[in-house]
């Protein structure tokens, strides 16, 4: 059993940047494969970026140079350091571990309960 707890989020105007961090609790943490998500008003989840065990990363095109995903196993946290900020990147981010590094959501067994990204023009 994991569980994750986001923080980090906040008001930020548009070019600015953030860190959000996701805390895990419990065992195996470097075990796990972990993603980043983010869901916005009125829109699906998507997946912002992933790391696997190993710490190779995925970025969706939409963060891609801006966003950077980090791991660090003896403090059990993933971050992720966003760049750069747009407005379109308001939404409320998640992070999920799973055994596999994944896109898709039902990859994940664990979530964390996300923090709000408010970029302001």
């Known amino acids: 059993q994991v569980q994750l707890v986001e923080s980090g989020g906040g008001l930020v105007q548009a070019g600015g940047s953030l860190r959000l961090s996701c805390a895990a609790s419990g065992r195996s943490f470097s075990s796990y494969a972990l993603g980043w998500f983010r869901q916005a008003p009125g829109k699906e989840r998507e997946c912002v970026g992933t790391?696997?065990?190993?710490?190779?990363?995925y970025y969706a095109d939409i963060v891609k140079g801006r966003f950077t995903i980090s791991r660090d196993n003896a403090k059990n946290t993933v971050y992720l350091q966003m760049n750069s900020l747009k407005l379109e990147d308001t939404a409320v981010y998640y992070c999920?571990?799973?055994?596999?590094?994944?896109?898709?959501?039902?990859?994940?067994?664990?979530w964390g309960q996300g923090t709000q990204v408010t970029v302001s023009s």
């Open positions: 999920a571990a799973g055994t596999a590094a994944s896109r898709y959501e039902s990859n994940y067994d664990y």
């Open positions: 790391i696997t065990t190993n710490g190779y990363t």
